[in-house]
């Protein structure tokens, strides 16, 4: 039974939205409560609102009468919690209809977008344009959206990767459904407003990331000229060991901005769950994949431990250079080193047929899992990496992926890691030993966002129509996060169900309690996203 | 005469920090009311806290007491205020005794700093360290706050040379005397404070930058590895017209990474201001030096209407594909272009002197001016541009400069422009104008500090000692500043006398006020720096 404020909010919702747009039909508020983990919360609601002035009359209502809103652009942080707010009993302010590319300026190289925009549809539309600008992707799918990521502070292959790093100029309603722009473009009539991150006063863009402070309706993202030449290289170590020594080449190598864009390492167990679903009948269907298995597996299918890829933009020359020098630093510390450009893969896609005819060795297989890893490297997005999610369903892979409803487990755990030998060496072992003790493959994803730092994205993959699975993996998760807490790594990125890992640190989590009094008085926008203190708020175990 | 609730807040302070540590003697606070332009505001007293502990206990006293303080570095902000209070009647709170390097990471590149480590401090530890890092300067006094000028959001020459985006992880005193840290470092078990800057939750970095929100005591500062080589380039205009389409090659250089530092280019004013003071003699006494008179000098001279330079950092074979690229980028756009590296550089050094005694041709000076200018590409602080402050003074310039007590006229007024042929013209016609016309030289320093934007930074420089003076510049600032600012360009950093430059952006003020009221309550800290709405706080004039 809703109380009698949530009936008055709904009515209001309605006038304003009208009614096609404030839906309360249970099936589709049933489907938008549902993750790729756990969830017990209810949404009560969800609204659609189309234009910024819309959003501002959905928060002044719920201010107005103290309903809580969770906002969601794509609803598709899949592992983190989908669009499943953090909190029961909100509405949910779906976003998606607010879907303009409002401005591309191809000289100094941006758009600026709403928070509709996904992946797919920017890259279609520079494409459309003839565009010479390149977008940064991430792997998830290309119907993300872009401020959502941007947003969570997500991370892409090129060297606009760091997402956040490369946006400027955030429009933004506060709870009060008050409007704030931030850095120049607060001001009327700045024409800097998209080209300058700073502008003049506090920069308060961060405030907005990774927050419950506002919810962003337009931002710029800055794009990257398409280089003269792209090079991809590919590297891949058959012995673990390798990676701890690796790892300290390559931050030289970003430090030195030999190498300007993110490194992805891959592990076995993370290359073979974009390769296929998980080997039942090798295993004689138990579980976990074991690491003598494992091995078997990818000696057979020729990739290695760690598997690595990476870009190279600049000129012919320049990237020649930078060629020689990862080709003289990486001597040695990798088994397979390879460079590959356009015309190298039109060769392969072309020759993969004749090939297998001939010699019977199918290079299609590896030409369809690298073909997307390379346009990712060149900002393309792909729908490829997605089926990874039903790694331990048996049955096939649908078409049409939606790992929500289809009942895919999927939790991402993701600290950051020092760039140093010791340090990855420790996460690692620690992330083999407590996931397959829990009976999960260890999936590991190391980025190399800067020369110093290494996102860890660690998946926990399941089947949530197995009985007791769900309950596993959360206490799977929480084990790990717990002792890869204590060795001083924390997350970059949360889900829902991790809200403690904001922790106590008294003066910080003061400051953001202050600030949310501030500005939302009525407490009603996404409560408990990145706010926790012992106590405050029950998180959902 | 002052207040009862002073005479309550000194006797706290001196049982504090001791009575040595707070200084009222009017000498000393006459020297601290003083910058390179008319300011009206009194200092209390200069409180001198040699810790965070004692930071934290003198703004308790202050917000306890209700008395207004203002937190300085080296105070050495020059052409914005030097150390100068916003407002009248505020004890100084000055940081310079906190001058710890705090660490220093060789292999994953920073050092951690109090606000009292300067320039020169950094690089004589780096280089007694025999470290292989490289830091960051401005071309300011090697003996300014490295804390304070990236908390100004001050700019450098290197790839670091965006001070704010290369800092990470702050400790901060808040007005209440609380204590936050920010990213990871807020975490007590944390290994990675210094090494990503985002942390997890809402990023407040930019909170505590160009505002009065709280006292950073520390911060860390990503330093560069030293290329295995370097080179700078060198070109000039001879022509004002060939700015316009120079910009927009190097802003592409810049869009492409080929250059990935930041690109300086000085006008012949500025170029003349740091090679000697004002020619008197040649103009009889009269001012201002018209642009033909200029004309001839730099044709004797041999400097452009334009000058820059900026550095190509990598392996030898990077450098050489960057030098081929920007060789092949600039020709026909400059009228002379060169490469400098360690060797040449020496080289001139050694044959200055023969060159003279055998062609009469003095090279010396040619050096004199380039050397600083290279060891700044190379983030080597130098004490070199200062001398330009004496410009207009009739003495000479003394051996220990002090540009306030010297009584040097200053004014920096420096906005933000986009990196296109039209805007470039536009600013530099503007500023030419105004300049000339209120009896000025227009000073012109570009700095290409993203391939989007560029900072110009047009000094106002004069004599303090001619009556009447400190009124006319102050008048070109703000008539200038109304132009610029109705073309659509807005100010990076703001000095004391220009705060009403933060405009009247509603939603955007109204949240900076919110926050002040949430983290200072009394309203204690640096009132009216980066805070101004019409009718709220008087401005200097």
């Not at 039974?1 to 249970?26: C, F, N, R, T, Y």
């Not at 502008?199 to 800055?222: A, C, H, K, R, Y």
């Not at 089926?387 to 895919?408: E, H, L, M, N, Y």
Request: glycine share 8%.
């Amino acid at each position: 039974m809703l109380e009698a404020k949530w009936h008055a909010a709904l009515a209001q919702w309605q006038i304003v939205l009208g009614s096609h747009s404030v839906i309360a039909d249970p099936a589709q508020l049933a489907a938008v409560e549902t993750a790729t983990f756990f969830t017990h919360q209810k949404v009560t609601a969800i609204l659609r609102p189309a234009s910024r002035e819309q959003v501002q009359t959905c928060l002044r209502i719920a201010t107005r009468f103290q309903v809580p809103v969770y906002p969601r652009s794509s609803g598709k942080n899949w592992g983190y919690g989908s669009g499943v707010p953090t909190q029961t009993n909100c509405a949910i302010l779906d976003l998606s209809r607010m879907n303009r590319i409002l401005e591309c300026n191809e000289k100094l190289a941006y758009v600026t977008v709403e928070p509709g925009v996904t992946q797919r549809q920017l890259y279609d539309f520079l494409t459309t344009q003839k565009s010479n600008l390149w977008m940064d992707a991430t792997g998830s799918s290309p119907d993300t959206s872009l401020i959502g990521n941007t947003m969570e502070r997500g991370f892409g292959h090129t060297p606009h990767g760091d997402h956040f790093a490369q946006s400027c100029g955030l429009e933004v309603v506060l709870p009060t459904g008050d409007v704030i722009e931030t850095g120049y473009r607060r001001f009327p009539q700045s024409v800097t407003g998209p080209l300058y991150r700073w502008g003049v006063g506090p920069f308060l863009d961060g405030l907005f990331s990774q927050s419950n402070f506002g919810v962003v309706t337009s931002m710029t993202i800055w794009l990257m000229p398409a280089p003269a030449h792209f090079e991809a290289f590919l590297f891949r170590c058959d012995h673990q060991a390798q990676l701890g020594p690796l790892i300290e080449v390559l931050s030289r190598l970003r430090l030195a901005g030999t190498i300007q864009s993110a490194v992805h390492i891959g592990n076995d167990y993370k290359v073979l769950s974009s390769l296929q679903q998980y080997p039942w009948d090798l295993t004689q269907g138990k579980t976990p994949l074991l690491p003598a298995q494992m091995d078997a597996i990818r000696a057979r299918l020729q990739f290695g431990a760690w598997n690595g890829s990476g870009g190279l933009y600049g000129t012919k020359a320049q990237v020649a250079a930078a060629r020689r020098e990862i080709r003289r630093a990486l001597a040695g510390k990798v088994t397979r080193l390879r460079f590959l450009d356009d015309r190298m893969l039109a060769l392969s896609l072309k020759f993969a047929k004749p090939i297998k005819l001939l010699s019977g060795w199918d290079l299609s297989k590896t030409v369809a899992l690298l073909q997307p890893l390379y346009g990712l490297l060149k900002g393309i997005p792909t729908d490829r990496v997605l089926p990874s999610v039903f790694w331990r369903k048996t049955g096939p892979v649908p078409a049409d992926i939606d790992p929500d409803q289809a009942r895919c487990g999927l939790l991402w755990y993701a600290p950051i890691v020092p760039a140093t030998s010791s340090d990855i060496d420790r996460i690692r072992h620690l992330t083999v030993d407590t996931l397959l003790a829990a009976g999960f493959e260890p999936m590991i994803s190391l980025t190399m966002i800067t020369g110093r730092a290494i996102a860890c994205v660690i998946s926990i993959s399941y089947d949530r129509d197995i009985d007791g699975e769900d309950e596993r993996a959360l206490a799977c998760y929480r084990t790990l996060a717990e002792s890869v807490t204590a060795l001083g790594y924390n997350s970059y990125r949360l889900g829902i169900q991790s809200m403690e890992e904001m922790g106590s640190s008294e003066g910080y989590l003061d400051l953001l309690a202050k600030i949310k009094s501030a500005v939302d008085p009525a407490g009603i926008l996404a409560p408990g996203r990145y706010e926790f203190r012992k106590g405050s708020h029950a998180s959902a175990s």
